[in-house]
């Protein structure tokens, strides 16, 4: 009985090992692939209605219609915020509130501002200023298969019976008091 109980403590050992394991990788860059001077930013000029929209919407806000546009840049510096500006043309339902999201492509929301709060006036331009979370953005990398991209998503909540039942949702996700546009956004590295 000895012999087996010295082979299970030896094998319960084993089974104790860490899954874990770290490693620590260093990136080395070539100084001349910085840019020494500023970024001019493409601006996307954009516009959000009820047809623009690929999910379905709430009737009442389908059949009042709602126009939004803007614009807004779309190649940053790290070190710059992003900007623009929006505006609220027509809206028939009142809105509840309008995001900004900077999502990278893995899917993983990064930041989430808010740049109105309850409903907005008419023909009223916002600005739009981001700053970009330094711990969790970097440059934009397009090396073969690895890719690293983010996207900024304008988000207008409506106000209905429907958005007070569900307070927090997943912003990515498409739902009938929702209207949104995403665009694409390059970010750089400059000096």
């Known amino acids: 009985m000895r012999p087996f109980m010295e082979r299970m403590l030896a094998f319960r050992g084993y089974l ?3 899954l874990s394991a770290t ?5 080395e860059s070539d100084k001349a692939d910085v840019l020494e001077r500023p970024v001019s930013p493409e601006m996307a000029i954009f516009y959000i209605t009820q047809d623009t929209q690929r999910h379905p919407l709430l009737p009442e806000i389908k059949s009042g219609g709602f126009r ?3 614009r807004i840049s779309t ?3 790290l070190l710059d915020p992003i900007s623009g500006e929006l505006t609220v ?13 900077l999502l990278r492509v893995e899917s993983v929301l990064v930041g989430e501002k808010i740049i109105a709060d309850g409903d907005v006036c008419r023909n009223l331009t916002l600005p739009i200023y981001v700053i970009l979370p330094r711990l969790l953005t970097c440059p934009s990398v397009f ?8 996207k900024v998503s304008i988000v207008i909540s409506f106000q ?4 007070k039942l569900h307070k927090k949702s997943d912003p990515r996700t498409p739902r009938l008091w929702l209207a949104m546009e995403t665009l694409p956004l390059e ?5």
Not at 23 to 27: A, G, K, P, S
Not at 143 to 150: L, M, R, T, V
Not at 187 to 191: K, S
Request: charged share 20%; proline share 5%; aromatic share 6%.
């Open 16 to 18: 104790y090992k860490s």
């Open 160 to 163: 209905s019976k429907l958005s």
């Open 75 to 77: 190649l940053c510096s």
């Open 23 to 27: 490693t620590e990788v260093i990136v």
């Open 187 to 191: 970010l750089v590295r400059t000096r």
């Open 89 to 101: 043309e027509t809206s028939a339902v009142p809105i509840s509130s309008i995001d900004i999201h």
């Open 143 to 150: 090396a073969g298969p690895f890719s690293i991209e983010f």
């Open 68 to 70: 939004v546009t803007g």
